[in-house]
């Protein structure tokens, strides 16, 4: 066992060796991280198994990643850093399982390599001892080694905004009164991955049924993820504040402290919203959490309608609804029944629901390159067309509504699709960050909203704008005032003027104009 364990070792060092050679040519690292690797590698072989498997896993685990995201996004783990920090942070179940078809057959055969040389290499410890200079060396060159690429990723969660921000939280109040005339019923809807042009073909044939419907032509997110999008439509948080936590609460507070019932529907399991990134910071103010996923399969949204119908008919509260919708998110493909599946080429290929076969069917793709294109946006829009009609159906509920009812739709970011050559990530077109975003006020709403908030609504809807003006302008709507409240972030206040360029986030320390993307 042995002589088993020696040649494991052995062969654990010679793939790990190849594998940042190959990285090495293909300039995904640098010279001096393959050296220093290389070094660690060749002088943990006299290690004894435990610092022996503290080099060759984080090192191979590191590897293979970047063998991965070259072949998915030509991009090193490295550059992806910031991505891979909000995936991390913001991904549920769902999306998890939804990602896992993307890594191939080979990815999968080394990592599998992993456990199988880390059960091998315990039975061999080397006769000859290295001196503790020797240890020193080694540690020093290890974290300074290829594993350093790691260090952005690592950052966001060594990175702490203290507790003085969650202190300050926690004892924050909004103080605010809803007047007589206030809305009974406040709807947010919030998507996923809905780009303006393609959410603005769709819905147009709905747009007559809608008498005091307000879209905005000219609206963008200031992030291209979730994760930092969704806190500047649900919180007073503004883009120059880059802190992880906000020390002010949510609109569900405000709401609930102006004496609504808040309702948070989601597509995941209740446990997510126990996980402590900024969103579910925000989740957790809510006052009740309805799941609407579906186990069966990826079509969530079509179950948002009876889960919202049977709120408003059974309680009769004044309430504050949040829906975060499934959208359009990645994969494009399960976003929507076959029936849906108009333009052709398409990537659905006739999948009615995800089985263990299809999944396993996935490993054998290919990766999209821009030649796909077709194949990618026509999928795109079918999935669109699906979310639109479900988006319509939930506005026509709420217009319905005898008591006075606001209905607003935003997506939380848009997504690149080969605009510049690369599918979602980087975020680097205008694509990404263009969103549909629309208010709806139902008969008795619109009867009890003064004329002055309306006409100021109305002339602002070609302006410049960005998600930071929704959360007072969903409030001056619903009827609620409030004593710090910035007038000017409420579009019902003004006829703002136009905004000049807007400064958007590719990623974590990459800011430029919108304008200029």
């Given at each position: 066992?042995?002589?088993?364990?020696?040649?494991?070792?052995?062969?654990?060092?010679?793939?790990?060796?190849?594998?940042?050679?190959?990285?090495?040519?293909?300039?995904?690292?640098?010279?001096?991280?393959?050296?220093?690797?290389?070094?660690?590698?060749?002088?943990?072989?006299?290690?004894?198994?435990?610092?022996?498997?503290?080099?060759?896993?984080?090192?191979?685990?590191?590897?293979v990643a970047d063998l991965h995201l070259k072949r998915m996004y030509q991009l090193s783990v490295f550059e992806a850093a910031p991505w891979i920090s909000m995936f991390i942070l913001d991904a549920n179940v769902s999306e998890i399982q939804e990602y896992l078809p993307k890594i191939s057959m080979?990815?999968?055969?080394?990592?599998?390599?992993?456990?199988?040389?880390?059960?091998?290499?315990?039975?061999?410890?080397?006769?000859?001892?290295?001196?503790?200079?020797?240890?020193?060396?080694?540690?020093?060159?290890?974290?300074?080694?290829?594993?350093?690429?790691?260090?952005?990723?690592?950052?966001?969660?060594?990175?702490?905004?203290?507790?003085?921000?969650?202190?300050?939280?926690?004892?924050?109040?909004?103080?605010?009164?809803?007047?007589?005339?206030?809305?009974?019923?406040?709807?947010?809807?919030?998507?996923?991955?809905?780009?303006?042009?393609?959410?603005?073909?769709?819905?147009?044939?709905?747009?007559?049924?809608?008498?005091?419907?307000?879209?905005?032509?000219?609206?963008?997110?200031?992030?291209?993820?979730?994760?930092?999008?969704?806190?500047?439509?649900?919180?007073?948080?503004?883009?120059?504040?880059?802190?992880?936590?906000?020390?002010?609460?949510?609109?569900?507070?405000?709401?609930?402290?102006?004496?609504?019932?808040?309702?948070?529907?989601?597509?995941?399991?209740?446990?997510?919203?126990?996980?402590?990134?900024?969103?579910?910071?925000?989740?957790?103010?809510?006052?009740?959490?309805?799941?609407?996923?579906?186990?069966?399969?990826?079509?969530?949204?079509?179950?948002?309608?009876?889960?919202?119908?049977?709120?408003?008919?059974?309680?009769?509260?004044?309430?504050?609804?949040?829906?975060?919708?499934?959208?359009?998110?990645?994969?494009?493909?399960?976003?929507?029944?076959?029936?849906?599946?108009?333009?052709?080429?398409?990537?659905?290929?006739?999948?009615?629901?995800?089985?263990?076969?299809?999944?396993?069917?996935?490993?054998?793709?290919?990766?999209?390159?821009?030649?796909?294109?077709?194949?990618?946006?026509?999928?795109?829009?079918?999935?669109?067309?699906?979310?639109?009609?479900?988006?319509?159906?939930?506005?026509?509920?709420?217009?319905?509504?005898?008591?006075?009812?606001?209905?607003?739709?935003?997506?939380?970011?848009?997504?690149?699709?080969?605009?510049?050559?690369?599918?979602?990530?980087?975020?680097?077109?205008?694509?990404?960050?263009?969103?549909?975003?629309?208010?709806?006020?139902?008969?008795?709403?619109?009867?009890?909203?003064?004329?002055?908030?309306?006409?100021?609504?109305?002339?602002?809807?070609?302006?410049?704008?960005?998600?930071?003006?929704?959360?007072?302008?969903?409030?001056?709507?619903?009827?609620?005032?409030?004593?710090?409240?910035?007038?000017?972030?409420?579009?019902?206040?003004?006829?703002?003027?136009?905004?000049?360029?807007?400064?958007?986030?590719?990623?974590?320390?990459?800011?430029?104009?919108?304008?200029?993307?």
């Amino acid at each position: 066992m042995k002589k088993t364990s020696f040649w494991s070792r052995l062969v654990f060092s010679i793939t790990l060796f190849f594998l940042l050679s190959y990285l090495k040519i293909e300039g995904m690292i640098l010279l001096e991280d393959w050296i220093i690797s290389v070094f660690c590698i060749s002088i943990s072989f006299f290690f004894g198994p435990v610092l022996f498997l503290t080099t060759h896993i984080p090192l191979f685990i590191l590897a293979v990643a970047d063998l991965h995201l070259k072949r998915m996004y030509q991009l090193s783990v490295f550059e992806a850093a910031p991505w891979i920090s909000m995936f991390i942070l913001d991904a549920n179940v769902s999306e998890i399982q939804e990602y896992l078809p993307k890594i191939s057959m080979a990815e999968y055969a080394l990592l599998a390599c992993v456990p199988l040389f880390s059960a091998l290499v315990w039975f061999y410890h080397p006769q000859k001892k290295l001196s503790k200079p020797w240890y020193i060396i080694f540690w020093f060159a290890f974290l300074t080694s290829y594993l350093s690429h790691l260090y952005p990723t690592a950052s966001v969660f060594l990175s702490s905004n203290g507790k003085n921000i969650l202190n300050a939280h926690k004892e924050f109040k909004f103080n605010p009164s809803a007047s007589e005339t206030a809305a009974h019923n406040v709807i947010i809807i919030i998507g996923e991955s809905h780009r303006y042009s393609e959410f603005h073909e769709a819905f147009q044939k709905y747009r007559k049924e809608f008498n005091d419907l307000y879209s905005f032509d000219n609206m963008i997110s200031l992030y291209a993820n979730t994760m930092n999008s969704v806190p500047l439509i649900l919180s007073r948080k503004k883009f120059q504040n880059t802190s992880f936590y906000f020390p002010e609460k949510s609109l569900f507070s405000l709401f609930e402290e102006a004496g609504y019932k808040t309702y948070f529907l989601h597509y995941t399991d209740s446990s997510d919203i126990t996980e402590k990134n900024n969103l579910t910071f925000i989740y957790r103010d809510a006052n009740n959490f309805v799941n609407f996923s579906s186990k069966k399969d990826s079509l969530h949204d079509i179950r948002i309608y009876d889960a919202l119908n049977d709120i408003l008919t059974n309680d009769h509260h004044k309430k504050l609804i949040v829906i975060k919708m499934i959208g359009i998110h990645v994969d494009f493909r399960y976003r929507y029944p076959a029936a849906y599946d108009t333009r052709k080429p398409s990537l659905k290929k006739n999948i009615k629901k995800r089985t263990f076969g299809s999944k396993i069917q996935s490993l054998f793709e290919m990766p999209l390159s821009p030649k796909d294109r077709e194949k990618v946006l026509n999928t795109y829009k079918n999935a669109m067309d699906y979310s639109v009609e479900i988006i319509r159906s939930l506005f026509d509920l709420v217009q319905k509504q005898p008591e006075s009812s606001l209905a607003f739709f935003s997506s939380d970011h848009g997504i690149c699709i080969f605009e510049k050559g690369t599918l979602l990530l980087p975020p680097n077109c205008k694509e990404a960050f263009h969103i549909p975003m629309m208010f709806n006020l139902n008969p008795e709403l619109r009867k009890n909203t003064v004329p002055e908030k309306i006409k100021n609504l109305s002339c602002n809807t070609r302006k410049s704008l960005s998600q930071e003006y929704v959360f007072e302008t969903i409030v001056s709507l619903a009827g609620i005032s409030y004593p710090t409240a910035d007038k000017s972030f409420d579009l019902t206040a003004e006829c703002i003027p136009d905004s000049g360029k807007r400064t958007v986030q590719k990623i974590p320390g990459d800011r430029s104009f919108y304008e200029d993307l």
